[in-house]
């Protein structure tokens, strides 16, 4: 523990919300500086929690936005978020796996999968170029429609 921090204050973490629940940790929140961890709380949006964690480096962790809260009420707000989120994800998942139980199995080349892997990301930059064509290739690479995003 930093002797010249005040580890008093009250924070609720999030990041492991949907497996272990809300985690209240005492802790306080690092300044910004200009040395390089000043670098990565810039990057995280200019607020890093550095948190008694027991198991971890030195019994301390470091949390970034939106990972923790100042309070319960922030918190659970932002488990509500993400419960939501992983629900739709499952759910997606889900018909997935019906539509494959139900035997629709498709086949796609091994050339294909890291085009296949990037396809949203790539047809979505395509569309904003206006290059309709390119996605039609990757299309024709893969063996199916052109992949809406």
């Known amino acids: 523990m930093r002797q010249d921090r005040d580890y008093s204050r009250t924070f609720y973490?999030?990041?492991?919300?949907?497996?272990?629940?809300?985690?209240?940790?005492?802790?306080?929140i690092i300044p910004d500086s200009t040395n390089s961890l000043?670098?990565?709380?810039?990057e995280y949006g200019?607020?890093?929690?550095?948190?008694?964690?027991?198991?971890?480096?030195?019994?301390?962790?470091l949390f970034h936005k939106p990972h923790w809260h100042e309070?319960?009420?922030?918190?659970?707000?932002r488990v509500v978020k993400v419960a939501r989120a992983k629900l739709k994800s499952l759910d997606k998942q889900r018909a997935k796996?019906?539509?494959?139980?139900?035997?629709?199995v498709s086949v796609v080349k091994s050339a294909a999968l890291h085009t296949?892997?990037?396809?949203?990301?790539?047809?979505?930059?395509?569309?904003?170029?206006?290059e309709e064509s390119t996605l039609q290739g990757w299309a024709d690479?893969?063996?199916?429609?052109?992949?809406?995003?």
């Not at 973490?13 to 306080?28: D, F, H, N, Q, R």
């Open 13 to 28: 973490v999030t990041e492991y919300a949907l497996s272990k629940g809300i985690i209240e940790v005492k802790g306080c």
């Open 38 to 42: 000043g670098e990565v709380i810039r």
């Open 46 to 61: 200019g607020k890093l929690l550095d948190a008694l964690w027991p198991g971890g480096i030195n019994g301390r962790a």
């Open 71 to 77: 309070t319960l009420e922030g918190a659970k707000a």
């Open 97 to 104: 796996v019906e539509r494959l139980a139900a035997g629709e």
């Open 116 to 130: 296949l892997r990037n396809l949203p990301k790539k047809a979505a930059k395509a569309r904003k170029l206006g």
């Open 141 to 149: 690479t893969i063996g199916g429609k052109a992949h809406e995003s």
